[in-house]
């Protein structure tokens, strides 16, 4: 239990956070004190003020408040004297949950669900973003239309004085929030669309693309703008990136690679975000290699690392391609620690140890990207001459030349990557003669 006044000006509320422990049921395994710090960097990413926190063990689920009665008077009490405006419960509520709880607490409540919704809509800033936030927000207030409209009539239906009921409030709002949702689905399919446009023109241009993700706050967002000199809103907040950021890159040996920076991934990731920012997370499927940051400072960090796994399984990523593990943050950890990283990492190739923040072991982490899209392809060295266009350009479509210039009688000397198939296509089609040369 933690008391966290805050002076912020800048905030726009007094906040409970309440953090329940089911005894014997689910969450048994994470470590409550760390779910509970989590819930409260939730609510001081929207800059709630959180006047108290609290982990509640929970021997047995009301239905009707989740909380013990003599719990929830207790509460009742301590935001009377705190003068709170909005409880938060890292937990799933029922409508009917949050409908008794503000009624008997006298102050409003959102659940994970809501909270992880209303940091969406701060955040969205691509006119994709802003669509998806807006269907996942609309699809979590279907189901609670009972909070806002139990209180008034059927609306009077059929003709005249002697009409019989008509819809009622609930129902008219559940149609009026369909039909929202329906135009929604209709304007991100559209941008879907132009995504996969955006993405087939990318594949004429053979860049690789790298594919940032990890649980928020992994520092995914630093380790971007430390490698691309970019400045993409990065903050020691929850969810500070939800839009997809993709820059060029090169790497030490010239190879233009394609970096892509994702929304952050949590535990109980809410169903409908999962399903509304599936089409944002298709620039994962689409990578050549997904890089998953990890926060290893974090106590539960091989916890995130489950929580990111499991959401990329929910997505559809069984087939995913090559990962690398990036091991960020290891300026935050004492000798012993840092230690026991670097051996963990000397070990395997694919786990790369690195602070985004200071810069240090970034080039290992190029080196170790080269050395994996080198996998199955070789640098050639070619010289081609004038009338040989069609080959030139076929090698800058299907290749990566890292390398072009013109020698003293006008040949074109070039070195450029391809893989073990398109080296195989190239020389089938232009003869050995070409491909043999330099």
């Known amino acids: 239990m933690s008391d966290s006044p805050s002076s912020d000006p800048g905030q726009t509320g007094r906040a409970l956070t309440l953090n329940p422990v089911y ?66 419960v890292n937990a799933p509520l029922t409508p009917v949950q ?15 669900t809501g909270l992880i919704l209303e940091i969406f809509g701060a955040r969205a800033r691509t006119h994709e973003g802003v669509l998806q936030v807006e269907l996942a927000a609309l699809s979590y207030q279907r189901s609670r239309l009972v909070r806002s409209w139990t209180h008034l009539e059927r609306q009077r239906g059929g003709f005249g004085f002697m009409g019989g009921p008509g819809e009622s409030q609930i129902e008219i709002d559940r149609r009026l929030i369909d039909q929202r949702i329906s135009k929604l689905k209709r304007q991100l399919e559209t941008v879907r669309r132009t995504r996969t446009l955006h993405r ?50 090169d790497l030490p040996s010239g190879r233009k690679i394609i970096l892509s920076d994702t929304v952050g991934f949590i535990s109980d990731l809410p169903t409908m975000l999962v399903a509304a920012f599936r089409a944002t997370l298709e620039e994962v499927r689409e990578a050549d290699i997904i890089v998953h940051v990890r926060d290893i400072a974090h106590p539960e960090s091989a916890e995130q690392k489950d929580d990111v796994e499991a959401v990329l399984l929910e ?28 051996e963990r990492a000397r070990r395997n190739v694919a786990i790369v140890p690195l602070s985004a923040i200071s810069g240090e072991g970034c080039e290992q982490f190029l080196d170790c990207v080269e050395a994996d899209l080198a996998q199955g392809s070789r640098v050639l060295e070619l010289v081609l001459d004038g009338s040989e266009g069609a080959a030139l350009a076929w090698l800058h479509q299907h290749g990566n030349v890292v390398d072009q210039n013109v020698g003293d009688g006008g040949e074109m000397r070039l070195s450029v990557i391809l893989d073990e198939a398109d080296e195989a296509r190239f020389r089938r089609r232009f003869g050995e003669t070409v491909a043999g040369h330099g």
């Open 200 to 249: 087939k023109a990318r594949k004429k241009v053979p860049y690789p693309i790298i594919a940032l993700v990890g649980y928020t706050n992994a520092g995914k967002s630093t380790l971007f703008n430390r490698l691309t000199g970019s400045e993409v809103f990065a903050k020691d907040l929850l969810f500070a990136t939800l839009d997809p950021t993709m820059r060029k890159l």
């Open 98 to 112: 949050q409908r008794n709880l503000e009624r008997d607490l006298h102050a409003k409540v959102i659940d994970r």
């Open 23 to 88: 005894r014997g049921g689910p969450g048994r395994d994470r470590d409550p004190e760390s779910r509970l710090a989590e819930c409260v960097s939730l609510a001081k990413a929207i800059e709630l003020e959180v006047a108290h926190s609290e982990t509640v063990t929970i021997a047995r689920v009301r239905p009707s408040t989740l909380f013990g009665s003599g719990v929830v008077d207790r509460f009742a009490d301590l935001i009377k004297a705190l003068e709170i405006d909005i409880v938060i």
């Open 315 to 342: 997505l559809g990523f069984e087939d995913a391609p090559r990962t690398i593990e990036v091991l960020n943050k290891i300026d935050l950890l004492d000798a012993e620690e840092r230690a026991a990283v670097v």
